[in-house]
DNA sequence: ACCATTATTGGATGACCGTTCAACAAAGAA
DNA sequence: TTCTTTGTTGAACGGTCATCCAATAATGGT
């Protein structure tokens, strides 16, 4: 009987198991252990193949921050539910986005965002969109046909609150739950009804 | 003619210039710039004095952070106006703490905060002060003698949504500048108001 | 001018980093 | 079975990292 030495995978099946690896290195350690050794022991593959399917540490990242926003982007996506303002804000508090090792990601991100052009780009067309999502949803709920400039100051504002609620609650867990949270947001949001 | 091969300085002025110097690479590489060869090239000091008066790089980074406090702190400080809520908010918006390099720095620390325990006590300790003042500051504008629970939950919300614009404001600056963070304020803090 | 104090330097060291690439082997086709 | 394709391995490389510490030299007191 022989055992295999490894087994092969898929290219797509490799590159979203490495994805998956950088990201779970990321939550756990920051970008300064977003090394290729860690995320190859983490993904049970050998270190040739970050450089093999990603071109390099750089790529690896750029996908890795890509894929941090898929849950964001599948949480206001039109096919789901009515999006109603209420409902949207419940989804983006919800386990789902709350979850402490998803916003350390985040945070990992950011960081590196701020110093990095090519990440600042790729940034800049997913906000659009979720913000323009969440824009159309105020409209919606303050009985508007077509977002105004108020909706998108609204829905910049919702964001920054948001994101704000998401460092809090990661760096400092104790004075930022769900709870506080939803409060947080239904104090501020209580007279924005004009 | 003997040129002195180096300047020697007392030890409170060296720290304080490795920590500037720190905060320096902070802002322009994030995280992963915040090297001892990095700092000490900006500082024009040698490598071995990070060790010296630091006892390591970690120490340094401890130490950068609290001094990312300092104008923070300094802004809320009792002795300072009569601190209304609207001029903490005039001033916590104003051009020192809006400064690209400045939130990059925090953009930095963040990331390293949310994985190092030892950074979460110490943000903790200043959140806390930080949120205390907030609080006050609303109680006063509401025409409460003490700050009730609503204060608190108020100055929580204020501060994420301060957070979160800084955040936005660094890596998508043409999305949030001083006008639309302003606006955005307004919008949700118009209401808040019972 | 000399000495004692002490801030400072920078070479040495060992660990770790990202990248490259020739050799290898798993899996399917013939 | 044998061959071809191609996903995978891991040693080798040059560079950078943090830390240590013996040697050095700037400064102030005598």
């Known amino acids: 009987m022989t055992m295999p030495k490894y087994k092969r995978l898929s290219p797509e099946t490799r590159a979203s198991e490495l994805v998956q690896a950088g990201l779970q290195v990321l939550s756990r350690g920051g970008i300064t252990a977003f090394t290729i050794e860690n995320i190859c022991k983490a993904s049970g593959a050998s270190r040739g193949l970050v450089g093999h399917y990603f071109g390099g540490k750089d790529g690896l990242l750029a996908a890795c921050y890509g894929a941090a926003y898929a849950p964001l982007l599948e949480s206001i996506a039109e ?116």
Chains 1, 2 share one sequence.
Not at 130 to 145: E, M, P, S, V
Not at 164 to 180: H, K, Q, S, V, Y
């Open 79 to 194: 096919d789901k539910a009515p999006l109603t303002l209420n409902g949207l804000i419940e989804e983006l508090l919800s386990e789902r986005h709350l979850r402490r090792d998803g916003m350390a990601i985040w945070l990992a991100l950011w960081g590196e965002v701020a110093v990095n052009p090519v990440l600042q780009a790729e940034h800049l067309r997913h906000y659009r969109s979720y913000r323009t999502a969440i824009a159309q949803a105020t409209a919606r709920h303050f009985g508007r046909d077509a977002p105004a400039a108020t909706d998108e100051t609204l829905a910049a504002a919702l964001i920054a609150l948001l994101d704000g609620i998401w460092l809090e609650a990661c760096i400092a867990p104790t004075e930022m739950d769900l709870g506080r949270a939803r409060a947080a947001i239904e104090i501020l949001l209580k007279g924005a009804a004009r």
